[in-house]
């Protein structure tokens, strides 16, 4: 049996080293607790953001986001819901986002969120994914992210297309 070791893969000069589709070509991610928070049913950006350049317009990109946020209010119900825009395009449904967490009451309920997208953005150009929440029901505030609850994660992966 015979073994290949090698430090590192160059492709020739004037060429591009090709990786075939599906591999993760780069990864991005930020982690933070921010705090913000909403009485608004219209969406609202979170305050922080993340950006990837693309090594080609075929590559996509894989958006994920997770952590918590809260709502404190009364007994009324309320949802909360979260989206990632890339630039100014909602990557998630324009009423319902890509995560809701709903309560039919009380006060200082936990909110996780969880949500994950599959973008083309067909750009060799830096590209911002930033998230953004809001309120929907009859009252309260919705927080995207508390300094109790933890902290909220984005990843951005770069799939060869």
Not at 45 to 70: E, M
Not at 72 to 96: E, F, M
Request: aromatic share 10%.
């Amino acid at each position: 049996m015979s073994t290949l070791e090698v430090k590192a893969i160059q492709a020739p000069s004037g060429y591009d080293l090709q990786m075939p589709a599906g591999h993760i070509l780069q990864v991005v991610s930020t982690q933070t607790i921010a705090s913000i928070s909403t009485t608004s049913d219209a969406y609202q950006a979170a305050g922080w953001y993340l950006d990837i350049t693309p090594t080609s317009t075929s590559s996509k990109i894989l958006v994920t986001l997770s952590g918590g946020g809260q709502y404190v209010g009364n007994s009324a119900s309320v949802s909360q819901y979260v989206t990632i825009y890339r630039d100014s395009t909602n990557l998630g449904d324009s009423n319902y986002g890509l995560s809701r967490f709903a309560t039919a009451g009380g006060s200082w309920n936990i909110a996780p969120h969880s949500c994950s997208v599959l973008d083309s953005p067909s750009s060799t150009s830096s590209v911002r994914y930033q998230p953004y929440f809001k309120r929907t029901g009859n009252s309260g505030t919705a927080y995207f992210s508390h300094t109790d609850r933890g902290k909220i994660t984005l990843t951005l992966m770069e799939v060869a297309g």
